[in-house]
T-cell receptor
Framework: AQSVTQPDIHITVSEGASLELRCNYS??????LFWYVQSPGQGLQLLLK??????LVQGIKGFEAEFKRSQSSFNLRKPSVHWSDAAEYFC????????????FGTGTKLQVIP | EPEVTQTPSHQVTQMGQEVILRCVPI?????FYWYRQILGQKVEFLVS????????KSEIFDDQFSVERPDGSNFTLKIRSTKLEDSAMYFC??????????FGQGTRLTVV
């Protein structure tokens, strides 16, 4: 069964500081990996995705993530956090074939302090 | 840019009533999904739908839930007799072959 672990429930960073959100996945084959962001009461916005190829993927809003197969990880990074980045971040894993569902992690809530 | 549209954005219903949540997936997509997110919790898979039938469903998706694609454009989730614990944000998603799923903005269902 596929699963995602986000070990950090809540992270606080200062504005301008760097950010890394951790994600580990379990999947039996080559995974599709995603990071979504959700502001309170809002929908899910896709930040970036990994399907194949270059293991360092760039996304929107200055985010990037690195796929490390050996560690089953897909950590999200941003070099300099802005106050508007405060939100909840979900890592997700899915399969390449057909109707494959996406399985989400429990999320990491990011707080940005001045 | 094409998007998945969900209506209504917020629905309040009395316990025991039937509700239908509506979604218009992106037009050339083949696979359709419903997910739910109870307040403060993670997004959970409910059901996937392909070629006019359910492909997979979770244990949450019991007999009180059903899905339908009645007219080739809409994709609906029906909850026959709502319970308080059905209160959640419900997300519809669709995808084409080999692409990521595109999510709608969600319908917040409140059962009172």
């Amino acid at each position: 069964a596929q699963s995602v672990t986000q070990p950090d429930i809540h992270i606080t960073v200062s504005e301008g500081a760097s950010l890394e959100l951790r994600c580990n996945y379990s999947y039996g084959a080559t995974p599709y990996l995603f990071w979504y962001v959700q502001s309170p009461g809002q929908g899910l916005q896709l930040l970036l995705k990994y399907f194949s190829g270059d293991t360092l993927v760039q996304g929107i809003k200055g985010f990037e993530a690195e796929f490390k197969r050996s560690q089953s990880s897909f950590n999200l990074r941003k070099p300099s956090v802005h106050w508007s980045d405060a939100a909840e971040y979900f890592c997700a894993v899915g399969g390449a074939g057909g109707y494959q569902k996406v399985t989400f992690g429990t999320g990491t809530k990011l707080q940005v302090i001045p | 840019e094409p998007e998945v549209t969900q209506t209504p954005s917020h629905q309040v219903t009395q316990m025991g009533q039937e509700v239908i949540l509506r979604c218009v997936p992106i037009s050339n997509h083949l696979y359709f999904y419903w997910y739910r997110q109870i307040l403060g919790q993670k997004v959970e898979f409910l059901v996937s739908f392909y070629n006019n039938e359910i492909s997979e469903k979770s244990e949450i998706f019991d007999d009180q839930f059903s899905v339908e694609r009645p007219d080739g454009s809409n994709f609906t989730l029906k909850i026959r007799s709502t319970k308080l614990e059905d209160s959640a944000m419900y997300f519809c998603a669709s995808r084409a072959r080999g692409t990521e799923a595109f999510f709608g903005q969600g319908t917040r269902l409140t059962v009172v």
